[in-house]
């Protein structure tokens, strides 16, 4: 009697191998070594699990007769790595060179994809009991992402487990349909810096980018605003200090609605300077209601970029190691400034600082030279076209908003505006009224002569202590 039940008991585990291991995918690879034929056994295993996975889905599409977009299954990235677990691997040699080949069979991988799928869907289903809870938008949003990632792995591991016709379990109670919804509302209505910096690194998720902080529009001067928000981008995007380090820079503007600021960024990629991507998000009053939005110099910033003289022939650039626009820098930290004409001449520097403490036009000292002439430079034709250094300076009290303005000429220069220096803050100031002062540098340009060319260039920037 034991031998005809052994007997039976095979013949049934012989019935039922076939059945469960019906479900093969295999991949082959060729190479002078086992991990070279073995790695190219699991590429050719992962074409064919995609190919499977897109054949399966086709088929499950048209049969239920249902429209991809409202598949649960739709948003999976046939393109993306698609995970293999458990997978069995054999090697024969075949003229020279060594064969393997990577099987992947539900019966030695159904405990793997299983388990996996169940603890992931208990992962999401702790971090719904504590969006329940959550009353922070930032909050909201940092969960309903994490929730939005994991959906996302859960598909991967699910269509997998679905073509190798494994028993699938129940689905998370949340769909990647809900989710994205949900994010959109809490982007709708960002009520702190905090979740707009969320916002906008949940877009640009590139590495090495260097951010410049936005302006308000048609401006050249960095607020308050402007600077918080930035510090709390970087902090949650893969951000560099330099534009050296970089290969992508974020550059941007907002305007300022009764309802709200309406911010746009845009991702520039350093190679090749095109837009690669951009986010538009509005902002709650309530995320900046104690922080300054528009600059107090607005009225001066326009005047200054205004009416900038120039000629046609001679060209006079302004620049330092950070670029000449979108600029904010911070206490101790160091700025080398840098001129280029484009033919032999003569430039000197105004500088126009406004702080809590005052405003104030000066002439900037570019050498030891006497009198008058350690505010000139002269370049020759051997340096034209060519950035000249101005030297290091670095960022200390008082924080505010600093313009530089460069005037040049192909004649010697004769009339600097008039300055007095001044013991206490040691500049050589022009004048405490800046509109002043800018008419003074402007008037150079009523010499009338076809002989004399004029041309000049501005540079904003500002400073904070933190």
């Known amino acids: 009697m034991t031998f005809v039940k052994l007997?039976?008991?095979?013949?049934?585990?012989?019935?039922?191998?076939?059945?469960?291991?019906?479900?093969?995918?295999?991949?082959?690879?060729?190479?002078?070594?086992?991990?070279?034929a073995q790695?190219?056994?699991?590429?050719?295993?992962?074409?064919?699990?995609?190919?499977?996975?897109?054949?399966?889905?086709?088929?499950?599409?048209?049969?239920?007769?249902?429209?991809?977009?409202?598949?649960a299954f739709s948003n999976i990235k046939i393109s993306s790595n698609l995970p293999i677990m458990g997978a069995q691997v054999s090697y024969k040699v075949e003229k020279l060179k060594i064969v393997a080949e990577m099987k992947l069979m539900a019966y030695y991988s159904k405990e793997s994809y299983i388990t996996k799928l169940k603890n992931l869907k208990i992962e999401?289903?702790?971090?719904?009991?504590?969006?329940?809870?959550?009353?922070?938008?930032?909050?909201?949003l940092e969960l309903y992402l994490g929730i939005y990632s994991l959906l996302k792995e859960y598909d991967r591991y699910e269509s997998v487990a679905a073509v190798l016709k494994l028993k699938l379990p129940s689905r998370p109670d949340i769909t990647k349909q809900n989710t994205k919804s949900e994010i959109a509302k809490i982007s709708s209505n960002i009520d702190s810096l905090s979740l707009a910096s969320k916002v906008l690194a949940s877009?640009?998720?590139?590495?090495?980018?260097?951010?410049?902080?936005?302006?308000?529009?048609?401006?050249?001067?960095?607020t308050e605003f402007a600077s918080i928000l930035q510090k709390k981008?970087?902090?949650?995007?893969?951000?560099?200090?330099?534009?050296?380090?970089?290969?992508?820079?974020?550059?941007?503007?907002?305007?300022?609605?009764?309802?709200?600021?309406?911010?746009?960024?845009?991702?520039?990629?350093?190679?090749?300077?095109?837009?690669?991507?951009?986010?538009?998000?509005?902002?709650?009053?309530?995320?900046?209601?104690?922080?300054?939005?528009?600059?107090?110099?607005?009225?001066?910033?326009?005047?200054?970029?205004?009416?900038?003289?120039?000629?046609?022939?001679?060209?006079?650039?302004?620049?330092?190691?950070?670029?000449?626009?979108?600029?904010?820098?911070?206490?101790?930290?160091?700025?080398?400034?840098?001129?280029?004409?484009?033919?032999?001449?003569?430039?000197?520097?105004?500088?126009?600082?406004?702080?809590?403490?005052?405003?104030?036009?000066?002439l900037l000292e570019l050498s030891e030279g006497m009198g008058d002439s350690k505010?000139?430079?002269?370049?020759?034709?051997?340096?034209?076209?060519?950035?000249?250094?101005?030297?290091?300076?670095?960022?200390?009290?008082?924080?505010?908003?600093?313009?530089?303005?460069?005037i040049a000429s192909n004649k010697k220069i004769t009339n600097l505006p008039s300055y007095k220096y001044d013991k206490l803050s040691e500049y050589y100031v022009i004048s405490r009224n800046l509109k002043k002062a800018l008419a003074k540098t402007r008037g150079l340009k009523h010499k009338k002569s076809t002989k004399i060319e004029m041309s000049e260039d501005v540079m904003s920037f500002t400073t904070m202590k933190q």
């Not at 008991?9 to 093969?24: E, G, H, K, N, R």
């Not at 190219?40 to 977009?69: F, N, P, Q």
């Open 203 to 222: 877009e640009f998720l590139v590495s090495r980018i260097y951010t410049y902080p936005v302006l308000l529009q048609h401006n050249t001067t960095v």
């Open 375 to 406: 505010f000139i430079k002269f370049v020759n034709a051997d340096d034209a076209s060519k950035w000249q250094s101005l030297g290091a300076f670095e960022v200390d009290a008082p924080y505010g908003i600093e313009s530089l303005q460069v």
């Open 7 to 36: 007997k039976i008991t095979t013949l049934l585990f012989a019935l039922l191998i076939p059945q469960i291991l019906s479900a093969v995918i295999s991949g082959i690879g060729y190479g002078a070594t086992k991990y070279e």
């Open 39 to 71: 790695k190219e056994a699991l590429a050719d295993l992962s074409l064919s699990i995609k190919s499977e996975v897109r054949t399966y889905y086709e088929s499950y599409m048209s049969t239920k007769g249902i429209k991809s977009e409202n598949n």
């Open 124 to 140: 999401i289903e702790s971090i719904l009991k504590t969006l329940n809870k959550a009353k922070k938008s930032s909050l909201k």
């Open 233 to 362: 981008l970087n902090s949650k995007i893969d951000s560099v200090k330099t534009l050296k380090e970089a290969d992508y820079f974020l550059v941007g503007e907002y305007i300022v609605t009764k309802k709200g600021i309406v911010l746009n960024y845009e991702l520039l990629s350093i190679e090749m300077n095109r837009v690669v991507q951009s986010k538009t998000i509005n902002i709650n009053p309530k995320a900046y209601k104690s922080l300054e939005v528009k600059p107090k110099n607005i009225d001066f910033d326009q005047l200054l970029n205004s009416g900038i003289i120039s000629s046609s022939d001679l060209k006079v650039s302004l620049s330092s190691s950070r670029g000449s626009e979108n600029l904010l820098f911070r206490k101790a930290e160091e700025i080398e400034l840098f001129v280029k004409l484009n033919k032999m001449g003569y430039y000197y520097i105004v500088g126009y600082t406004q702080t809590k403490e005052g405003k104030m036009s000066y």
